[in-house]
């Protein structure tokens, strides 16, 4: 069978972890439709990047200081300080509880959508998988935060609406409403990493110096943008749920 050409670090993952993948998803009931290879290269690059975030936050933790902080301390603070002016703009109440979520969320996703800058892999967020992932996450945070700061009737009673009388037409409308939240953050994602992605590898192949350099500080300016579009809806969303005059 046909699969998508492997990248070295993929084909590294299905020569000698092929086979323990395999089995642990047969035994669950999900074999892969190619048991020489099941690992894809959205989900092996994935992983690098976790480990490479969690190898730099290490790095952080163990050099961090108040009276001399590095270059990698300061630039993990001001992210740090951007997502909180973010959730103390949008959610009033215990914003800074939010803020470790919204900030992971942030890095992980920009991580994702920078690494295909490298050569020789492409950015997971390309796949539909890994934005649909992320969004389904959001989704199921944000309502458990809700559920948390509100109780569970009180925070189920605002999607029947100001009035009773409305809640026959209010509760469709918010059920639809929240379930579109997934879909529409997984294909903003999706949809703009692709095709910025696309749109970058084909200048590249046409052009020689100048025009491949324009393309790839765009490719870069779409990934940042689009891990912050990602992490303000979030934002939003989580401040509607916590929000208690709602």
Known sequence: MEHEAEFWLTRLFNEYLGAPLTSFLTSIGHPPEDAAHPWANWFVIELLVALIIIVLFAIVRSRLSADKPGSLQMTFEAVYDFVSGQARDAIDHDSAKYAPFLGSLFIFILFMNLIGIIP?????????????????????????????????????????????????????????????????????????MFAGEKVTMTFLSLTLIVAPAIFMGLHVFVAFLQAFIFMLLTTIYVSGAVAHEH
């Open 120 to 192: 020789g892999l492409e950015s997971p967020t390309m796949t539909p998988a890994v934005p649909a992932g992320l969004a389904v996450t959001v989704f199921f945070y944000y309502h458990w935060m809700g559920f948390r700061a509100q109780g569970v009737g009180r925070y189920l009673a605002h999607f029947a609406g100001p009035m009773p009388l409305l809640a026959p037409l209010m509760v469709p409308i918010e059920l639809i409403s929240h379930l579109a939240r997934p879909l529409s953050l997984t294909i903003r994602l999706f949809a703009n």
